[in-house]
Protein backbone atom coordinates (compact mmCIF):
# COMPACT_ATOMS: atom_id res chain seq x y z
CA UNK A 1 0.00 0.00 0.00
CA UNK A 2 1.86 3.81 -0.80
CA UNK A 3 2.03 5.57 1.98
CA UNK A 4 -0.62 8.28 0.34
CA UNK A 5 -3.33 5.43 0.69
CA UNK A 6 -1.87 4.53 4.08
CA UNK A 7 -2.44 7.80 5.33
CA UNK A 8 -6.02 7.94 3.82
CA UNK A 9 -7.10 5.22 5.62
CA UNK A 10 -5.43 5.82 9.31
CA UNK A 11 -6.17 9.37 11.31
CA UNK A 12 -4.03 11.55 12.35
CA UNK A 13 -3.63 11.66 16.06
CA UNK A 14 -2.63 15.76 15.83
CA UNK A 15 -6.48 15.77 15.57
CA UNK A 16 -7.90 15.25 18.74
CA UNK A 17 -7.57 16.62 21.99
CA UNK A 18 -6.51 14.42 24.95
CA UNK A 19 -10.54 13.42 25.77
CA UNK A 20 -11.24 12.25 22.46
CA UNK A 21 -7.42 10.19 22.70
CA UNK A 22 -9.38 8.41 25.63
CA UNK A 23 -12.13 7.67 23.92
CA UNK A 24 -10.21 6.37 20.83
CA UNK A 25 -8.08 4.15 22.72
CA UNK A 26 -10.81 2.78 24.58
CA UNK A 27 -12.97 2.34 21.46
CA UNK A 28 -9.57 -0.09 21.01
CA UNK A 29 -9.65 -1.66 23.99
CA UNK A 30 -6.72 0.23 25.55
CA UNK A 31 -6.93 1.84 29.21
CA UNK A 32 -7.22 5.73 29.67
CA UNK A 33 -3.59 5.45 31.41
CA UNK A 34 -2.52 4.10 27.97
CA UNK A 35 -4.15 7.25 26.09
CA UNK A 36 -2.88 10.02 28.89
CA UNK A 37 0.90 7.91 28.06
CA UNK A 38 0.28 8.33 24.53
CA UNK A 39 -1.00 11.78 24.70
CA UNK A 40 2.39 12.69 26.97
CA UNK A 41 4.70 10.77 24.09
CA UNK A 42 2.90 13.43 21.28
CA UNK A 43 2.40 16.83 22.80
CA UNK A 44 5.35 16.96 25.74
CA UNK A 45 7.61 15.08 24.20
CA UNK A 46 7.22 15.92 20.92
CA UNK A 47 7.66 12.58 19.33
CA UNK A 48 5.76 11.14 15.92
CA UNK A 49 7.84 7.83 16.16
CA UNK A 50 5.30 5.13 17.75
CA UNK A 51 8.71 2.83 18.02
CA UNK A 52 10.53 5.80 20.40
CA UNK A 53 7.22 5.66 22.50
CA UNK A 54 8.91 3.16 24.51
CA UNK A 55 6.48 2.46 27.65
CA UNK A 56 3.97 2.01 25.56
CA UNK A 57 3.27 -2.27 25.02
CA UNK A 58 4.98 -3.14 21.71
CA UNK A 59 1.45 -4.43 20.79
CA UNK A 60 -0.48 -1.32 21.72
CA UNK A 61 2.22 0.57 19.21
CA UNK A 62 1.60 -1.80 16.83
CA UNK A 63 -1.98 -1.25 16.68
CA UNK A 64 -1.16 2.41 16.39
CA UNK A 65 0.82 1.80 13.02
CA UNK A 66 -1.77 0.24 11.81
CA UNK A 67 -4.92 2.87 12.44
CA UNK A 68 -2.97 6.14 13.06
CA UNK A 69 -0.15 8.67 12.26
CA UNK A 70 1.19 11.51 13.70
CA UNK A 71 1.65 14.45 11.50
CA UNK A 72 2.02 18.03 11.78
CA UNK A 73 2.11 20.41 8.27
CA UNK A 74 5.29 20.38 6.35
CA UNK A 75 7.14 23.78 6.32
CA UNK A 76 7.88 24.69 2.72
CA UNK A 77 10.08 28.08 4.17
CA UNK A 78 11.51 29.40 7.13
CA UNK A 79 12.72 32.66 7.62
CA UNK A 80 14.81 34.36 11.06
CA UNK A 81 14.86 37.62 11.46
CA UNK A 82 18.35 39.57 12.99
CA UNK A 83 16.17 40.42 16.10
CA UNK A 84 15.30 36.36 16.52
CA UNK A 85 11.64 36.74 15.18
CA UNK A 86 11.36 33.48 12.85
CA UNK A 87 8.44 32.82 10.91
CA UNK A 88 7.28 29.60 8.84
CA UNK A 89 5.37 29.07 5.82
CA UNK A 90 3.48 25.90 6.36
CA UNK A 91 2.32 23.63 3.32
CA UNK A 92 -1.46 22.80 3.69
CA UNK A 93 -1.75 20.67 0.63
CA UNK A 94 -3.54 21.70 -2.83
CA UNK A 95 -1.65 24.75 -3.41
CA UNK A 96 -2.20 26.74 -0.05
CA UNK A 97 0.30 27.89 2.66
CA UNK A 98 -0.24 29.35 6.33
CA UNK A 99 2.39 30.82 8.70
CA UNK A 100 3.22 30.97 11.91
CA UNK A 101 5.58 33.35 13.86
CA UNK A 102 7.93 32.95 16.66
CA UNK A 103 9.00 35.83 18.90
CA UNK A 104 11.23 35.55 21.61
CA UNK A 105 11.29 38.19 24.06
CA UNK A 106 13.02 38.46 27.41
CA UNK A 107 10.39 36.31 29.66
CA UNK A 108 8.55 34.93 27.40
CA UNK A 109 8.06 33.12 23.94
CA UNK A 110 5.05 33.73 21.84
CA UNK A 111 4.11 31.62 19.00
CA UNK A 112 1.22 33.45 16.70
CA UNK A 113 -0.40 30.92 14.63
CA UNK A 114 -3.01 30.71 11.72
CA UNK A 115 -6.35 29.04 12.05
CA UNK A 116 -7.62 29.81 8.37
CA UNK A 117 -6.30 28.92 4.97
CA UNK A 118 -6.82 32.68 4.10
CA UNK A 119 -9.58 34.38 5.68
CA UNK A 120 -13.05 35.58 4.14
CA UNK A 121 -13.70 38.79 7.01
CA UNK A 122 -12.51 41.02 3.89
CA UNK A 123 -11.20 44.07 6.53
CA UNK A 124 -9.71 46.66 4.69
CA UNK A 125 -6.31 47.15 5.93
CA UNK A 126 -5.24 43.52 6.24
CA UNK A 127 -2.85 41.79 3.28
CA UNK A 128 -4.55 38.75 4.93
CA UNK A 129 -7.47 39.34 4.07
CA UNK A 130 -6.63 40.43 0.26
CA UNK A 131 -5.91 36.90 -0.27
CA UNK A 132 -8.89 35.41 -0.17
CA UNK A 133 -10.61 32.17 1.71
CA UNK A 134 -10.15 28.79 0.51
CA UNK A 135 -10.59 26.65 3.67
CA UNK A 136 -10.69 26.53 7.44
CA UNK A 137 -7.30 24.52 9.15
CA UNK A 138 -7.89 21.07 10.41
CA UNK A 139 -6.93 20.80 14.33
CA UNK A 140 -4.13 18.83 13.52
CA UNK A 141 -3.09 22.03 11.47
CA UNK A 142 -3.82 24.06 13.98
CA UNK A 143 -1.84 22.21 16.46
CA UNK A 144 0.62 21.22 14.54
CA UNK A 145 2.22 24.65 14.02
CA UNK A 146 3.21 24.80 17.88
CA UNK A 147 4.31 21.39 17.41
CA UNK A 148 6.28 21.96 14.72
CA UNK A 149 8.00 25.19 16.22
CA UNK A 150 8.79 23.99 19.41
CA UNK A 151 9.96 21.01 17.81
CA UNK A 152 12.35 22.60 15.70
CA UNK A 153 13.37 25.21 18.41
CA UNK A 154 14.32 22.70 21.70
CA UNK A 155 16.33 21.08 18.89
CA UNK A 156 18.29 23.65 17.94
CA UNK A 157 18.62 24.72 21.44
CA UNK A 158 19.67 21.34 22.22
CA UNK A 159 16.64 20.85 24.99
CA UNK A 160 15.51 17.32 26.08
CA UNK A 161 14.03 18.05 29.22
CA UNK A 162 9.92 18.11 28.16
CA UNK A 163 9.47 20.40 30.98
CA UNK A 164 11.53 23.10 29.45
CA UNK A 165 9.53 24.93 26.94
CA UNK A 166 10.82 28.05 24.51
CA UNK A 167 6.81 28.78 23.74
CA UNK A 168 5.33 29.94 26.89
CA UNK A 169 2.37 31.57 25.33
CA UNK A 170 0.41 30.85 22.16
CA UNK A 171 -1.74 33.86 20.24
CA UNK A 172 -4.10 33.10 17.72
CA UNK A 173 -3.59 36.20 15.17
CA UNK A 174 -2.35 34.80 12.59
CA UNK A 175 -4.51 34.31 9.30
CA UNK A 176 -7.59 34.03 9.58
CA UNK A 177 -10.67 34.48 11.79
CA UNK A 178 -10.28 32.10 14.39
CA UNK A 179 -14.05 32.09 15.69
CA UNK A 180 -15.05 31.09 12.34
CA UNK A 181 -13.56 27.45 12.52
CA UNK A 182 -14.36 27.12 16.43
CA UNK A 183 -15.22 23.37 15.64
CA UNK A 184 -11.28 22.55 14.74
CA UNK A 185 -9.84 25.72 17.06
CA UNK A 186 -11.97 24.71 20.24
CA UNK A 187 -9.55 21.19 20.30
CA UNK A 188 -6.76 22.84 19.90
CA UNK A 189 -6.91 25.08 22.84
CA UNK A 190 -8.09 22.20 24.84
CA UNK A 191 -4.66 20.58 23.84
CA UNK A 192 -2.69 24.11 24.78
CA UNK A 193 -4.45 23.64 28.30
CA UNK A 194 -4.54 20.03 29.11
CA UNK A 195 -1.70 19.37 31.78
CA UNK A 196 -0.93 16.49 28.94
CA UNK A 197 -1.03 18.29 26.67
CA UNK A 198 1.76 21.86 26.75
CA UNK A 199 0.20 22.55 29.92
CA UNK A 200 -0.16 26.38 29.30
CA UNK A 201 -1.96 28.32 31.53
CA UNK A 202 -5.22 29.66 30.05
CA UNK A 203 -4.15 33.50 30.13
CA UNK A 204 -0.92 33.11 28.31
CA UNK A 205 -3.30 31.32 25.11
CA UNK A 206 -5.14 34.32 23.65
CA UNK A 207 -7.99 33.92 20.74
CA UNK A 208 -8.60 36.87 18.48
CA UNK A 209 -11.25 37.82 16.74
CA UNK A 210 -12.80 40.15 14.27
CA UNK A 211 -16.10 40.35 16.57
CA UNK A 212 -18.20 37.66 16.68
CA UNK A 213 -20.38 37.56 19.02
CA UNK A 214 -22.38 34.69 18.79
CA UNK A 215 -18.75 32.33 18.86
CA UNK A 216 -17.85 34.69 21.56
CA UNK A 217 -20.10 33.41 23.51
CA UNK A 218 -19.68 29.78 22.26
CA UNK A 219 -15.78 30.21 22.94
CA UNK A 220 -16.54 31.43 26.17
CA UNK A 221 -18.59 28.27 27.28
CA UNK A 222 -15.96 26.08 25.95
CA UNK A 223 -12.42 27.21 26.84
CA UNK A 224 -12.52 30.66 28.66
CA UNK A 225 -9.21 32.02 27.01
CA UNK A 226 -7.76 35.03 27.13
CA UNK A 227 -9.52 37.17 24.58
CA UNK A 228 -7.83 40.18 22.14
CA UNK A 229 -10.51 41.85 19.87
CA UNK A 230 -9.74 43.36 17.12
CA UNK A 231 -11.63 46.93 17.59
CA UNK A 232 -9.94 49.79 15.05
CA UNK A 233 -12.05 52.51 15.45
CA UNK A 234 -14.47 54.33 17.92
CA UNK A 235 -17.97 54.45 16.26
CA UNK A 236 -20.07 52.36 13.74
CA UNK A 237 -19.80 54.28 10.73
CA UNK A 238 -15.80 54.14 10.46
CA UNK A 239 -15.64 50.49 11.66
CA UNK A 240 -18.11 49.70 9.51
CA UNK A 241 -16.02 50.55 6.62
CA UNK A 242 -12.85 49.57 7.98
CA UNK A 243 -14.63 46.14 8.98
CA UNK A 244 -17.42 44.01 7.29
CA UNK A 245 -18.26 42.31 10.46
CA UNK A 246 -19.36 45.20 11.89
CA UNK A 247 -22.46 45.46 9.61
CA UNK A 248 -23.68 42.37 11.18
CA UNK A 249 -22.34 42.85 14.88
CA UNK A 250 -21.96 46.50 15.43
CA UNK A 251 -20.57 47.86 18.24
CA UNK A 252 -23.06 47.93 21.03
CA UNK A 253 -23.54 43.95 20.50
CA UNK A 254 -19.60 44.05 20.75
CA UNK A 255 -19.04 45.33 24.00
CA UNK A 256 -21.83 43.32 25.48
CA UNK A 257 -20.26 40.25 24.27
CA UNK A 258 -17.21 41.58 25.86
CA UNK A 259 -18.83 42.38 29.16
CA UNK A 260 -20.64 38.51 28.80
CA UNK A 261 -17.28 37.08 28.26
CA UNK A 262 -15.76 38.33 31.58
CA UNK A 263 -18.68 37.20 33.52
CA UNK A 264 -17.09 33.27 32.22
CA UNK A 265 -13.46 35.12 32.81
CA UNK A 266 -13.71 37.43 35.56
CA UNK A 267 -10.36 38.05 36.74
CA UNK A 268 -9.40 38.88 33.28
CA UNK A 269 -9.63 41.52 30.62
CA UNK A 270 -9.63 42.11 27.03
CA UNK A 271 -7.63 43.44 24.77
CA UNK A 272 -8.43 45.69 22.22
CA UNK A 273 -5.93 45.95 19.30
CA UNK A 274 -6.56 48.79 17.50
CA UNK A 275 -4.60 49.70 14.25
CA UNK A 276 -3.74 53.14 14.13
CA UNK A 277 -4.02 54.01 10.52
CA UNK A 278 -3.01 57.48 9.38
CA UNK A 279 -5.75 60.26 8.97
CA UNK A 280 -8.11 57.69 9.35
CA UNK A 281 -8.35 56.53 13.02
CA UNK A 282 -5.55 58.20 14.97
CA UNK A 283 -7.16 61.72 15.86
CA UNK A 284 -6.86 62.76 19.64
CA UNK A 285 -10.71 62.89 19.34
CA UNK A 286 -10.92 59.27 18.52
CA UNK A 287 -9.40 58.59 21.69
CA UNK A 288 -11.71 59.88 23.32
CA UNK A 289 -14.57 58.51 21.98
CA UNK A 290 -12.73 54.96 22.37
CA UNK A 291 -12.76 55.80 26.16
CA UNK A 292 -16.60 56.76 26.27
CA UNK A 293 -16.98 53.44 24.26
CA UNK A 294 -14.83 50.84 26.48
CA UNK A 295 -16.02 52.44 29.99
CA UNK A 296 -17.81 48.98 31.09
CA UNK A 297 -15.45 46.90 30.22
CA UNK A 298 -12.35 45.79 32.04
CA UNK A 299 -10.15 45.96 29.47
CA UNK A 300 -6.00 47.23 27.79
CA UNK A 301 -5.31 48.30 24.51
CA UNK A 302 -2.76 47.38 22.14
CA UNK A 303 -1.96 50.28 19.87
CA UNK A 304 -0.31 48.77 16.43
CA UNK A 305 0.62 51.59 14.10
CA UNK A 306 -0.38 50.58 10.15
CA UNK A 307 2.56 49.32 8.24
CA UNK A 308 1.96 49.88 5.10
CA UNK A 309 1.75 46.47 2.42
CA UNK A 310 1.85 47.51 -1.50
CA UNK A 311 -1.31 48.19 -3.03
CA UNK A 312 -2.94 48.64 0.49
CA UNK A 313 -4.02 52.53 0.09
CA UNK A 314 -3.77 53.30 3.45
CA UNK A 315 -0.68 55.00 5.79
CA UNK A 316 1.27 54.82 8.19
CA UNK A 317 0.50 57.05 11.33
CA UNK A 318 3.00 59.90 12.15
CA UNK A 319 4.75 59.20 15.53
CA UNK A 320 3.33 62.14 17.38
CA UNK A 321 0.14 60.99 16.71
CA UNK A 322 0.74 57.56 18.18
CA UNK A 323 2.00 58.77 21.23
CA UNK A 324 -0.55 61.39 21.56
CA UNK A 325 -3.09 58.68 21.19
CA UNK A 326 -1.47 56.17 23.80
CA UNK A 327 -1.43 59.15 26.47
CA UNK A 328 -4.35 59.86 26.10
CA UNK A 329 -6.12 56.10 27.24
CA UNK A 330 -3.07 55.80 29.38
CA UNK A 331 -4.04 59.02 31.12
CA UNK A 332 -7.93 57.98 31.44
CA UNK A 333 -6.38 54.85 33.65
CA UNK A 334 -6.91 52.22 30.41
CA UNK A 335 -3.45 50.25 30.21
CA UNK A 336 -2.24 51.14 27.09
CA UNK A 337 0.85 49.67 24.96
CA UNK A 338 2.17 50.57 21.61
CA UNK A 339 3.07 47.39 19.57
CA UNK A 340 6.79 47.09 18.48
CA UNK A 341 7.56 46.14 15.31
CA UNK A 342 9.57 42.85 15.29
CA UNK A 343 10.87 40.57 12.51
CA UNK A 344 10.54 43.79 10.05
CA UNK A 345 13.38 41.95 7.96
CA UNK A 346 11.03 38.45 7.21
CA UNK A 347 7.72 40.63 6.93
CA UNK A 348 6.65 39.04 10.19
CA UNK A 349 4.62 42.14 11.50
CA UNK A 350 1.09 42.23 12.11
CA UNK A 351 -0.40 42.33 8.89
CA UNK A 352 1.97 40.99 6.85
CA UNK A 353 1.01 37.48 7.39
CA UNK A 354 0.70 36.24 3.25
CA UNK A 355 0.83 32.81 2.87
CA UNK A 356 0.02 31.79 -1.11
CA UNK A 357 -3.95 31.18 -0.78
CA UNK A 358 -5.79 29.85 -3.85
CA UNK A 359 -8.72 32.38 -3.69
CA UNK A 360 -11.52 30.40 -4.75
CA UNK A 361 -14.41 32.90 -2.75
CA UNK A 362 -12.61 35.14 -5.78
CA UNK A 363 -12.13 37.96 -2.93
CA UNK A 364 -8.82 39.28 -4.09
CA UNK A 365 -10.10 40.30 -7.70
CA UNK A 366 -12.92 42.09 -5.94
CA UNK A 367 -10.32 43.60 -3.65
CA UNK A 368 -8.45 45.41 -6.05
CA UNK A 369 -11.78 47.58 -6.37
CA UNK A 370 -11.35 47.92 -2.77
CA UNK A 371 -8.24 49.40 -2.44
CA UNK A 372 -9.42 51.96 -4.93
CA UNK A 373 -12.31 52.35 -2.89
CA UNK A 374 -10.38 52.71 0.40
CA UNK A 375 -8.25 56.04 -0.75
CA UNK A 376 -12.34 57.12 -1.69
CA UNK A 377 -14.22 56.22 1.10
CA UNK A 378 -11.08 58.04 2.98
CA UNK A 379 -11.04 61.10 0.98
CA UNK A 380 -14.87 61.08 1.61
CA UNK A 381 -15.78 60.24 -2.12
CA UNK A 382 -17.01 56.37 -1.30
CA UNK A 383 -19.83 55.01 0.05
CA UNK A 384 -17.91 51.99 1.55
CA UNK A 385 -15.53 49.22 1.33
CA UNK A 386 -16.13 45.51 0.02
CA UNK A 387 -19.26 43.86 1.10
CA UNK A 388 -19.17 41.21 4.19
CA UNK A 389 -19.96 38.02 2.90
CA UNK A 390 -18.16 36.60 5.76
CA UNK A 391 -21.03 33.27 7.44
CA UNK A 392 -20.49 32.58 10.97
S1 LIG B 1 -7.70 41.32 10.12
FE1 LIG B 1 -8.05 39.21 10.78
S2 LIG B 1 -10.28 38.92 10.51
FE2 LIG B 1 -9.73 40.73 9.29
S3 LIG B 1 -9.32 39.94 7.22
FE3 LIG B 1 -7.35 39.98 8.33
S4 LIG B 1 -7.10 37.92 9.17
FE4 LIG B 1 -9.27 38.19 8.63
Redesign the pocket.
Known sequence: MSEQLDQDVRINLLDMDVEKIKSWCAQHGEKPFRAIQLARWMHRFLVDDFDQMTNLAKSFRAKLKDLAYIKAPSPITEKKSADGTRKWLFDVGNGNAVESVFIPEDDRGTLCISTQAG?P???L??S??KQGFNRNLATSEIVGQLWYAERELRQEAGITDPNDRIISNVVLMG???PLQNLDNVIPALKLFLDDNGYGLSRRRVTVST?GLVNQMDKLGEAAPVALAV?LHAPDDALRDKL?PVNRKHPLGQLMAACRRYLKVAPRDFITFEYLLLGGVNDDPEQARELIRLVRDVPCKFNLIPFNPFPDSGLSKPERQRVLDFARILNEAGIVTTVRKTRGDDIDAAC?QLAGEVKDRTRRAQRLVLQKEQARDVFAGKGESCARGDFHE
Open positions: CMGCFCTGMGESSMG
